[in-house]
Nanobody, 121 residues
């Protein structure tokens, strides 16, 4: 069984910073991609940033230059450093892991339970 657990959300003023963490645990062989998505009330879940095991990254245009993503592959952990936060960044942030249980096995997608980020004066 795989567990994906996020932490680090909270309330921050506009212009402030937060750092989210996400750790995946279980009988995992490898994690191909780890990343962050967010969902605001009344909106669909959208990509924020992802990072492949080799280091390649993908960012939403709305966060480029403000957010950075990093991984610790040995710990199956991904981080999202969010700077210059704006009220429109307010959402529930979800961690996602695309992983394999064996060599050349199929890839499975696992989600965390989400962590709330609120940007407000």
């Amino acid at each position: 069984q795989v567990h994906v657990v996020e932490s680090g959300g909270g309330l921050v003023q506009p212009g402030g910073s937060l750092r989210l963490s996400c750790a995946a645990s279980g009988n995992i062989f490898s994690i191909n991609v780890m990343g962050w998505y967010r969902q605001a009330p009344g909106s669909q879940r959208e990509l924020v940033a992802t990072m492949a095991s080799g280091g390649g990254t993908n960012f939403a245009d709305s966060v480029k230059g403000r957010f950075t993503i990093s991984r610790d592959n040995a710990k199956n952990t991904v981080y999202l450093q969010m700077n210059s936060l704006k009220p429109e960044d307010t959402a529930v942030y979800y961690c996602n892991a695309l992983l394999n249980f064996k060599v050349d096995g199929p890839t499975f997608s696992y989600w965390g339970q989400g962590t709330q980020v609120t940007v407000s004066p």
